[in-house]
């Protein structure tokens, strides 16, 4: 995926902004299981998920509570933690095999102040959008199955049943019963 791909999401950009995000920007492989981010750590970067999946949850040593489920072609981060520079409050872990283009804050920065077009890199950070709407507004599950299944519509086909329904905050049970309804 080349980086007029990965930033058309955001915005438009010349081939020299485009070149300056080649150089600032970083592909990494990484392995199922293996974590970006630890809770208890700063976010200091930003991913863009070019193939595979993370789970981004809170752990307190017993239960796993599932924050967020993030696929391929999406930017990936934990906004309190990145925005406030303060201690995330979620582990973001690679549900499997991934391929991530990571740029970090500095980076971010420091293309800004090469060029004003990346300041259009804002609109990533209006992705807690999908959080919001999801936990603030009082959805039946059928409501939020719905809602899920249209914002991240291959989520049901990437993750378990178990996964979805503690990101949707409902019994795997009550899942069960509103997809059998489809």
Known sequence: MSAQEILASVGSFSSHDLLLFEEKALRKIVKKKDTVLRQGEICQSVY??????????QSDHVTETIIDLHLAKEWMFNHPS????VP????????EDAEVIELSLIN???LIAR????LQLGR????AN?????????LSPVQKYNYIKNAKPLIVQVFPVKMIASY???TPETLSRVRANY
Do not use: M, P
């Open 48 to 57: 863009f998920i070019l193939s595979g999946s993370f789970v981004q949850f």
């Open 82 to 85: 990145l925005i406030e520079q």
């Open 88 to 95: 995330s409050a979620t582990t973001i872990k690679a549900f």
């Open 108 to 110: 971010l920065h420091k």
């Open 115 to 118: 060029s004003q077009s990346f």
């Open 124 to 127: 990533i950070f209006d992705q």
């Open 130 to 138: 999908h959080r919001t709407y999801l936990f603030d507004n009082a």
């Open 168 to 170: 949707l905050k409902i």
